[in-house]
């Protein structure tokens, strides 16, 4: 099998095997995602981050839940030569994944048109900030109980929902774009190679559910 993805265009990339890509060196990997990232930058057809309208949950339930805080960059990675999160290395981050079983889920694959889907729990506290980086879904999609061995990359869709209102001081990033001002019940979805962390400099606790899946329509 070639592992060596670093001169497929975006469109070669999007119709090949998501695992055989993340299969690669992790180093060439992320190098590749750089670089497709950096293409999509000047590009009006391919945004940065894409608000994808309201969605109605039981936000009560959802905000009294209190998720275990555990270290977010727990592993420094070094790349070429630079240590990557480094500075991050002791944020923490609450987190809480829904069961399969969970209404949450119906709800996400209802509106996005998803199946295969983790939703996840982020509670990002005063204070407490996540690097910007890339995604594999190793969990989820590499070692989860569903199958992803035929999912395209194309086919991956991935998002976040706000549970509760922007306060002063938090921001979510995609790509160039530094999100402000949401409101609860706001989704948005972002590429599957763009580059995304947050941060939260209000004294707000700042709860997020980070959704992904295979789109159902091929």
């Known amino acids: 099998m070639n592992d060596d993805y670093s001169k497929y265009t975006l469109e070669e990339l999007e119709n090949t095997k998501w695992l055989d890509i993340v299969k690669t060196n992790s180093d060439r ?8 990232w950096k293409d999509s930058v000047d590009d009006p057809s391919l945004p940065q981050i894409t608000y994808t309208g309201k969605i109605d949950i ?5 905000l009294s839940l209190e998720p275990e805080d555990t270290f977010f960059h ?7 030569g630079y240590s990557l999160h480094q500075g991050c290395a002791d944020n923490m981050m ?25 939703v996840e729990l982020f509670l990002q506290r005063p204070a407490n900030l996540v690097g910007v980086h890339y995604d594999k879904y190793g ?3 590499q070692g989860g109980e569903y199958d992803f061995s035929e999912t395209l990359t194309k ?13 002063i001081g ?15 019940g706001d989704t948005y979805t972002f590429p599957w190679y763009m580059p995304h962390g947050s941060a939260n400099a ?17």
Not at 58 to 62: A, G, L, Q, R, S
């Open 94 to 118: 609450g987190r809480q994944q829904f069961d399969k079983d969970h209404w949450m889920h119906e709800k996400v694959s209802k509106k996005f048109g998803l199946t295969k889907t983790r």
């Open 170 to 184: 938090q921001v979510f990033l995609s790509g160039t774009e530094a999100l402000t001002g949401w409101k609860q």
């Open 202 to 218: 209000s004294d707000k606790d700042r709860y997020l559910l980070r959704f992904l899946g295979e789109l159902t329509k091929k």
């Open 74 to 80: 727990p592993t420094v990675r070094k790349l070429n």
């Open 29 to 36: 990997f992320q190098i590749k995602l750089e670089e497709v």
């Open 139 to 141: 969990n989820h999609i």
């Open 58 to 62: 039981d936000f009560d339930e959802i």
């Open 155 to 167: 086919e991956i869709y991935r998002g976040v929902i706000f549970c509760t209102d922007w306060e």
